[in-house]
């Protein structure tokens, strides 16, 4: 688990004791992780995907998103209501930025 924590980031070595989320999502099954993912994600584009992960990074401030992605504040909440439109989950309201976080994580 914690090795596998390590895919995707430029660290060379995680500590069991520090890992929280990865616990949960190292534990899924395959079968459960892709049905998460059609339910939350799937329907979303790459570049909806790094959106998101960027607002997430951001601590979902519209205001740092916007400046770090070079868009207007009006243009990124218009791609936020996009992204809302098609997964179902508001990315603005915390139980369905929760379900977008996970489902993220979970594609890692």
């Given at each position: 688990t914690a090795l596998n924590s390590l895919s995707g980031t430029q660290l060379h070595f995680a500590v069991f004791d520090n890992l929280t989320l990865?616990?949960?999502?190292?534990?899924?099954?395959?079968e459960n992780r892709n049905a998460y993912l059609k339910k939350t994600i799937e329907a979303l584009s790459a570049s909806e995907l790094e959106l998101i992960s960027c607002y997430?990074?951001?601590?979902?401030?519209?205001?740092?998103t916007a400046e770090q992605l070079f868009l207007h504040k009006n243009t990124l909440q218009y791609k936020l209501n996009h992204i809302f439109k098609k997964s179902g989950?508001?990315?603005r309201a915390f139980r369905?930025?929760?379900m977008l976080y996970l489902g993220l994580n979970l594609a890692k």
């Open positions: 990865e616990l949960i999502l190292s534990s899924m099954t395959a997430f990074e951001n601590d979902m401030s519209l205001l740092q989950l508001n990315p369905d930025a929760v």
